[in-house]
């Protein structure tokens, strides 16, 4: 049966029976939905009944929950928890979800927790600590199964047996030699079909694909998704295996970078999140918008230049808006479109050159077409040719160097090594509203005696 | 080790062999590489050499590369090959992939490979080109492998290993009953420490999750993110197991959103690929253009409405653009983070309210800052108190107002039904613009007597 999310009447009478203590009711109720259910449920609860039910659950399904909880809430929860449940909650996840968890802690903290542990958990976490962030270090896990190529099936098989409640996927096997070193690949599915006493070195795939512990996670995400991958093996700088990384964790990289590039297009540092306060809101528009507003001052100056040209004429004032509209707008576009093609990794090394000649092309015949539309509107309106000639050969100049100006600079910061999406909307549209009106100007003041 | 496209001195080595009609040699250095890497390298073949390895390949060793193409690439290569080939590489696809295959191709295309076809491939394939675009329909897969709730373990596993190499995974089985109603899952990993005499019924999770076939396809992928889920079952009305979706189609569906999420607030209706040529570039994105410029006009002639108070004070026109611009900048930023949030479903029922009480404090805050701020700058500059405080006044207001439409629009879309992400960036905008400006010139009539 199609079931998204908790029906209103299973979640009141979750909420009824953990209010009464009602343990042993709650706990059947409540462990028979699936954990992202209960994490739904955990976390709209008061302080007061959270911390009954930590009592009412066990360390195990305690970590189920909190790997379904969103990071940016998780912080409290682990404050508010007894330190050494919360130490026996976190030796029980998922060695990455754990280390994603301990780097939303204070520091302290995390030492203290750290201490509590036993120490091959906490070995394990410390390990994975040390990765920089957005690596494909930081996003792997070392729950995994390796299998020696010098095994026979049927021993691998009861290892695995053996091996398979503690891993984080058994479905490919990362094969390794005596030192470690990663030599292959086996499928599970493989290995079903296979013989008994066949060894591991004549069924394993020797063609297998891993990335370097320091490759950033944007890239191994592409990698994963490009070869339909279920796992990658994550291996040192001498090839040994290190970790994994599995699909799932590459579905919470993609959201995360798409949603980066989406903030940056619209010129918001970090999105906000729904429980954020409007103080805290403001405070992450507020810089970008003050960077703007004297971005802006530049622009305004720029026309006092030409405040006697608009004593004169003052009819000129009425376009500024819609060529500076037009500019930003044709850049937005042009920038959007190399940034993206620039982060899919979709334009090889002369594709670049190729992508700025289509963008001038582009501009080109955008420019024409809008240049005419509004010169012949313009001519109709205020019976002006001379005017909508004017009006015409700006929006012409500005929509071709502003849709340049969009590839460009996200072209530069390509090659300069920066991100790319860092070029944000409203940084290129303030650019290009002084390209636009240094333009405008410069042609109507070549333009003043046909126009007074 | 690490390995990520293919090397030049293979690429070079490949073209040789193939251009030289070297078959065998070819197969061996060709076959040797991953899919994704064979796709890279066919894709770059002119269409000679495409003829020529589709001579070397078997369809299956095709179907393979095809699997791996971009879809945008797909229809010149199945209109080049022999229809007879073609239908025998599609037959050999996994039946999601064939379907979006063909979703590409001239319906009479269509129908003639589908008769050429066997009649059981072409009658699975022709069932799922019913289902609508982007639904759960449209990318399930029907080749999975179902299990009876009355079997026991040992019989499964037998089963299994005859259905493994068909099926596109075998690490979550779902279970049937004799009326293949779906009842409950099994994970291959239980299935394989299970002891061989136990009933399917007795080991399965009867907490199943599944989706309607009708399910929209992002809703689907939101679904995969918040589970964790590898595979998710498809049923139909009566609770019929239909086919499955697995995670890397969640992929795909990822891409494809978060890339229209992006287009639309850059004002581009679709993405330009790299392959497009200026002409095809103009022409995707001159109707949004033609739409703001028309809009620009109507903005162009409000300001008009105000041409005697300009005549008057020529100074004013010095800070249209900047007001036009914070408005367009702010009513941008309130845009991105709403319509992050509820297509991601972050904001419950009573969660709009909140988020427009939000905006409307944001607003507010930014908008006293940045109004004083500039009123302070205007007046040191200008020396002029009023005009300074007229812009500032208007500063404020408009990021009030125009923070709040940029919130309040996808909002009303969203309780239209209609997907939020529709509200384009240079949209917003250009209204905002409009705001702005008739904010700006409604305070300057009022203030004239102290500007003059």
């Known amino acids: 049966m199609e079931n998204n999310g908790i029906e209103q009447i299973l979640w009141d009478e979750l909420q009824t029976l953990v209010t009464n203590e009602r343990m042993e009711?709650?706990?059947?109720?409540?462990?028979?939905?699936?954990?992202?259910?209960?994490?739904?449920?955990?976390?709209?609860q008061p302080e007061e009944i959270r911390l009954r039910i930590y009592t009412y659950l066990s360390?195990?399904?305690?970590?189920?929950?909190?790997?379904?909880?969103?990071?940016?809430?998780i912080k409290p929860l682990f404050t508010e928890m007894d330190p050494r449940f919360a130490a026996m909650v976190i030796a029980e996840?998922?060695?990455?979800?754990?280390?994603?968890?301990?780097?939303?802690?204070?520091?302290?903290?995390?030492?203290?927790?750290?201490?509590?542990?036993?120490?091959?958990n906490a070995d394990e976490i410390r390990e994975l600590l040390h990765y920089e962030e957005k690596t494909a270090g930081s996003i792997m896990?070392?729950?995994?199964?390796?299998?020696?190529?010098?095994?026979?099936?049927?021993?691998?098989?009861?290892y695995l047996k053996a091996e398979a409640p503690e891993a984080e996927t058994i479905?490919?096997?990362?094969?390794?030699?005596?030192?470690?070193?990663?030599?292959?690949?086996?499928?599970?599915?493989?290995?079903?079909?296979?013989?008994?006493?066949?060894?591991?070195?004549?069924?394993?795939?020797?063609?297998?694909?891993?990335?370097?512990?320091?490759?950033?996670?944007?890239?191994?995400?592409?990698?994963?998704?490009?070869?339909?991958?279920?796992?990658?093996?994550?291996?040192?700088?001498?090839?040994?295996?290190?970790?994994?990384?599995?699909?799932?964790?590459?579905?919470?990289?993609m959201e995360e970078e798409a949603s980066k590039d989406y903030s940056k297009l619209a010129g918001v540092s970090d999105m906000d999140r729904p429980k954020d306060s409007a103080l805290i809101s403001a405070k992450k528009r507020l810089p970008w918008l003050v960077?703007?507003?004297?971005?802006?001052?530049?622009?305004?100056s720029l026309i006092g230049q030409f405040e006697r040209a608009l004593e004169?004429?003052?009819?000129?004032?009425?376009?500024?808006?819609?060529?500076?509209g037009m500019a930003g707008n044709t850049g937005t576009q042009a920038l959007a479109v190399a940034v993206r093609g620039l982060t899919t990794g979709d334009y090889g090394k002369q594709g670049k050159m190729k992508l700025m000649a289509r963008e001038a092309i582009t501009g080109l015949i955008n420019g024409i077409v809008c240049g005419a539309l509004i010169t012949a509107i313009v001519?109709?309106?205020?019976?002006?040719?001379?005017?909508?000639?004017?009006?015409?050969?700006?929006?012409?100049?500005?929509?071709?160097?502003?849709?340049?100006?969009?590839?460009?600079?996200?072209?530069?910061?390509?090659?300069?090594?920066?991100d790319p999406a860092v070029a944000s909307g409203p940084f290129i549209t303030t650019i290009n509203d002084i390209i636009s009106i240094l333009i405008y100007f410069g042609l109507a003041t070549g333009f003043m005696q046909y126009l007074i």
């Open 171 to 253: 479905y490919y096997l990362y094969v390794i030699d005596e030192d470690k070193h990663l030599v292959g690949v086996v499928s599970l599915r493989d290995l079903i079909v296979a013989e008994g006493d066949i060894q591991i070195a004549d069924l394993m795939s020797e063609n297998v694909l891993s990335v370097s512990v320091a490759k950033n996670q944007e890239e191994v995400a592409q990698m994963i998704q490009d070869y339909d991958f279920m796992a990658l093996p994550v291996v040192d700088f001498q090839n040994h295996l290190l970790g994994i990384i599995t699909v799932d964790d590459i579905l919470d990289v």
């Open 25 to 44: 009711s709650f706990r059947i109720k409540f462990l028979d939905m699936h954990p992202y259910d209960q994490a739904l449920f955990f976390i709209e």
């Open 291 to 300: 960077i703007l507003l004297f971005l802006g001052i530049l622009t305004a």
């Open 312 to 324: 004169q004429v003052a009819v000129l004032a009425i376009f500024i808006p819609l060529i500076a």
């Open 59 to 73: 360390p195990e399904e305690t970590a189920d929950i909190m790997e379904h909880i969103d990071l940016d809430d």
């Open 93 to 120: 996840m998922a060695t990455d979800d754990a280390v994603d968890i301990l780097n939303e802690l204070e520091k302290d903290v995390v030492v203290s927790l750290l201490t509590i542990m036993n120490d091959k």
């Open 141 to 158: 896990t070392t729950e995994f199964v390796a299998i020696y190529q010098s095994k026979p099936v049927k021993d691998t098989m009861k």
């Open 379 to 418: 001519y109709f309106w205020q019976d002006d040719f001379f005017l909508g000639l004017l009006v015409g050969l700006s929006i012409m100049s500005t929509l071709i160097i502003a849709t340049l100006a969009g590839a460009l600079v996200p072209i530069i910061m390509d090659r300069l090594n920066i």
